[in-house]
């Protein structure tokens, strides 16, 4: 179980150099049967930036002490078995400073080129093609598709399944944010765009919650797009990444049950939320 006016930037965030932010999550698991309990709540590295934190995982009202597996692009996932009962999981980190770009993988050209579980690029090559065909470059292919998605989807809550994919979004015309990054990713594999997605903790988000958006490969860097423009793009800080929600997901448990009882996401800046555009490009910094 898996749980937009200006001209374009070179991406650097609209912020103060000592840019501040806090983020955190608090959630409830109820077992009811055993299992094994996986998180991904915690920050991806940071380079260039600064980050205290503190992370508590609590079984049946007892502390209990997590392994840490360390993913792809720096993605912690914390495990640890679960019997009958009540997990809380509390995370709190503050983020001082703006981290460096993403890394750069040969790997990374072929991996977010191909189609993936809820990315199904291959089933958009034609359509993309038709829609998309007439642009060559790859930053005006991240603008229009980006926008394309962004007026051709609603928002709407609890509308789509943990299961579908993007050709399951295309054919509804609206989700959520898993499924608007979706769409994008595939859109963008099928025209040729190297797309990933990422989970983040996103100040100025509303509703507030884990985010997801997606992240193409423009002009040599990893460029963050959030078609829903639900949070401005500077203030995010990266969780998890991977080719799709089967990679970012915030919770996972390997046999037994489980039901999510509770969640409260926090993320805030210190000052004003940075400014905007959907025209500019941006990274996660």
């Not at 920050?43 to 007892?62: D, I, M």
């Not at 065909?133 to 509308?159: I, N």
């Not at 993007?166 to 609206?174: F, I, Q, R, V």
Request: proline share 6%; glycine share 8%.
């Amino acid at each position: 179980m898996s749980l937009w006016p200006g001209k374009k930037s070179t991406g650097q965030p609209d912020a103060p150099p000592a840019f501040k932010r806090d983020v955190g999550a608090d959630l409830e698991i109820d077992v009811t049967a055993a299992t094994t309990l996986e998180f991904q709540i915690t920050l991806a590295p940071q380079p260039g930036a600064q980050v205290t934190e503190s992370l508590e995982f609590r079984c049946k009202g007892r502390a209990v002490e997590a392994e840490e597996l360390i993913g792809e692009h720096g993605t912690r996932i914390h495990r640890f078995d679960a019997p009958e009962g009540t997990v809380t999981a509390s995370y709190r980190a503050t983020i001082l400073g703006r981290t460096d770009p993403a890394e750069v993988r040969d790997i990374d050209m072929s991996t977010y080129l191909r189609p993936s579980r809820y990315a199904e690029a291959d089933k958009f090559f034609g359509f993309a093609a038709t829609e998309f065909g007439e642009y060559a470059d790859s930053a005006t292919l991240l603008e229009k598709v980006s926008s394309w998605v962004g007026t051709r989807l609603m928002y709407v809550p609890g509308s789509s399944d943990p299961i579908d994919g993007a050709a399951d979004t295309l054919l509804a015309g609206s989700g959520v944010c898993r499924d608007y990054a979706h769409l994008v990713i595939a859109l963008l594999r099928a025209v040729n765009v190297p797309a990933r997605m990422v989970a983040v903790y996103a100040p100025g988000c509303d509703p507030m919650d884990f985010h997801a958006v997606a992240e193409a490969f423009v002009d040599g860097v990893w460029r963050v797009v959030d078609p829903t423009c639900l949070a401005p793009r500077q203030s995010m800080v990266r969780i998890a990444t991977g080719r799709d929600a089967a990679d970012t997901a915030f919770l996972d448990n390997h046999k037994g049950s489980i039901n999510l009882r509770y969640m409260e996401i926090r993320a805030v800046v210190d000052g004003d939320l940075p400014r905007d555009s959907v025209h500019d490009l941006a990274v996660l910094n």
